[in-house]
């Protein structure tokens, strides 16, 4: 960030990452993640940077969905039971940079992904409690690797399995990620970390943005869009993580 435009730029597209993604409940640390690599932050300030911003964002998603009564216990719990653990775990791991940024690409490219998915599936199955916990260890441990909430890995889980509707995916990705996202900060914290200059600005566009996006229609047309726009943005940046 080395001029004070680029530092307003890069506020201004936190706040909007962060208002989309506490729209559908996710905190939008894949979203952080794009952004930072777009403008070629290092890698050091990455996992902890986006995971804090994740923890901001979800806590007010999940408030937003426990107040208009969408939230179920029974499509998390069998998730987190492994995934917190899981999630400690991952960011205990210090990987090379490389190899970093070829996992965070492919987690942007699922993110994208999970973007441009339809928004109509039906659920119509019960939930497979030995599939989750298993399912649910996966997303932890690659959650606190990569520094994410795991909600770009659970959300499309549910939907694809039939499992749960978008709204009741949202509604339990939110509390998901915001528990992975503690546990793997604490990972991360018990190794030691360091943080940019610029975090507390962000964390303050990720609130405003948070706090609007929690307010705001899923299912508007303009919200469709800005998906599409942002599935581009984080398809760019997993390329530009693989090349440079």
């Not at 969905?65 to 216990?73: L, V």
Request: glycine share 10%.
């Amino acid at each position: 960030m080395p001029t004070d435009f680029a530092l307003v730029i890069f506020i201004v597209l936190v706040g909007m990452v962060a208002a989309l993604y506490s729209s559908v409940g996710h905190g939008g640390a894949s979203g952080y993640l794009a952004i930072m690599a777009l403008f070629g932050e290092s890698a050091l300030f990455m996992r902890p940077s986006a995971l804090i911003l994740n923890i901001l964002v979800s806590s007010l998603a999940t408030i937003a969905f426990a107040k208009a009564g969408q939230f179920r216990w029974r499509l998390l719990w069998p998730f987190i039971v492994t995934s917190v653990a899981f999630a400690f775990w991952g960011g205990t791991f210090t990987i090379d940079e490389m190899a970093f940024k070829i996992i965070v690409a492919f987690t942007l490219l699922l993110a994208a992904a999970r973007l441009f998915m339809p928004q109509h599936a039906r659920a119509n199955k019960p939930i497979a409690i030995l599939d989750a916990l298993a399912c649910g260890a996966a997303i932890g441990f690659l959650s606190g690797l990569v520094g994410v909430g795991g909600g770009i890995f659970l959300t499309p889980l549910l939907i694809l399995c039939a499992w749960a509707t978008p709204r009741e995916a949202a509604a339990v990705s939110a509390p998901f990620i915001l528990l992975n996202s503690l546990a793997a900060l604490g990972g991360i914290m018990s190794q030691g970390a360091q943080f940019p200059s610029w975090l507390w600005w962000a964390c303050a566009a990720a609130i405003v943005g948070g706090w609007f996006g929690s307010k705001w229609s899923a299912s508007s047309a303009s919200q469709t869009m800005l998906r599409i726009l942002l599935g581009i943005i984080l398809l760019i940046a997993a390329v530009k993580f693989v090349a440079v």
